[in-house]
């Protein structure tokens, strides 16, 4: 169960990344994703910070705290924690 709620997490930042990026253009490098991400979602909120070498840490709407590392390849980018893998856009 935790990590479906970590994966869900990510989803809604993977989301955000690919508002912030545009539909149709390509993630060229984790540094682009670089910064404090948020979502808020009813009365809850998560929170991710990613750093310019692509390792992150970020806390669930439920309080679970995550860490992990974000890749870039090929104009997409996947994330790798201890929990759970996927693509974020």
């Known amino acids: 169960m935790l990590g479906?709620?970590?994966?869900v997490?990510?989803?809604v930042f993977s989301l955000a990344a690919v508002a912030?990026?545009?539909?149709?253009?390509?993630?060229?490098?984790?540094?682009?994703?670089?910064?404090?991400?948020?979502?808020?979602?009813?009365a809850?909120?998560?929170?991710i910070r990613i750093k310019p070498?692509?390792?992150y840490e970020g806390t669930?709407?439920?309080?679970?705290?995550t860490a992990g590392k974000i890749t870039t390849g090929g104009g997409k980018?996947?994330?790798q924690s201890a929990t759970s893998a996927g693509p974020v856009a």
């Open 77 to 79: 980018a996947s994330f």
């Open 44 to 47: 809850s909120a998560a929170a």
């Open 20 to 42: 912030f990026a545009g539909p149709d253009k390509p993630i060229a490098n984790v540094k682009s994703l670089t910064g404090d991400w948020r979502a808020i979602s009813g």
């Open 9 to 11: 997490c990510l989803v």
């Open 53 to 55: 070498d692509g390792s």
């Open 60 to 65: 669930a709407a439920n309080g679970v705290k």
């Open 4 to 7: 479906f709620r970590v994966g």
